[in-house]
């Protein structure tokens, strides 16, 4: 069974500030997914990569599947960006299932 | 372009009484369908998926249950509520294969 930690579980940053959230895995995956959740519960799916990096705006993900490791960048935060971020791996399967990470709770200040 | 339907947005439930569920998607054909749970303060707990109609299976035992009488309808029910299935449920879908999965709005579930 795949272990997946997200560091820090929580966050606050000043508006402006360049932003890394960190979630390493432990056993060799498919792909990982960066998805954020609002306070109101929904969730939207940020990116998914098996490799290298992605970039939709401010938001940057990298993974490093060597070191089963990947991070995801916000620069020049806004309060907006406020929000519970969820690591999450899916395996080598036909269900595409997905393990989550415990979150990284974010709070930017204005 | 395809989207998900998720009902009740919240409930409110008596310990022992029955749950039903519903999330249908429309848009796409034979998707996976999922449902998670997120207990008060915890992570995100993968429930049951389902790769076709009538195919469920259970990642985690307990006193809940799944099905899919149709292509892009998925039920989560019980029989008799327990105080721990308190949480928010969540349905989501993908295409076959590894996708991103696209999430409901969620129900938030209180058992009295």
């Known amino acids: 069974k795949n272990e997946v930690e997200q560091s820090p579980q929580n966050l606050t940053a000043q508006e402006g500030e360049f932003i890394t959230i960190n979630c390493s895995y432990s056993v060799g995956i498919s792909a990982l997914h960066w998805l954020q959740q609002h306070p109101g519960g929904g969730i939207v799916s940020l990116f998914m990569l098996s490799s290298g990096k992605k970039k939709h705006g401010r938001l940057i993900a990298t993974i490093n599947i060597q070191e089963k490791h990947s991070s995801l960048h916000i620069t020049a935060s806004h309060p907006r960006d406020s929000a519970v971020y969820i690591c999450a791996v899916s395996a080598y399967n036909a269900g595409n299932m997905l393990t989550f990470g415990g979150g990284t709770r974010l709070m930017v200040k204005p | 372009s395809q989207t998900i339907h998720q009902w009740p947005a919240t409930l409110v439930q008596p310990v022992g009484s029955p749950l039903s569920l519903e999330c249908t998607v429309e848009?796409?054909?034979?998707?996976?369908l999922y449902w998670y749970r997120q207990a008060a303060g915890r992570g995100l707990q993968l429930l049951f998926y389902s790769v076709g109609i009538g195919q469920i299976s259970s990642e985690v035992p307990q006193n809940l249950s799944a099905s899919r009488p149709q292509d892009r309808q998925f039920i989560l029910s019980s029989k008799k509520l327990l105080l721990s299935d308190s949480g928010f449920y969540l349905c989501a879908w993908s295409p076959q294969g590894s996708q991103p999965q696209h999430f409901g709005d969620g129900t938030r579930l209180s058992i009295l």
């Open positions: 848009g796409t054909s034979n998707p996976n």
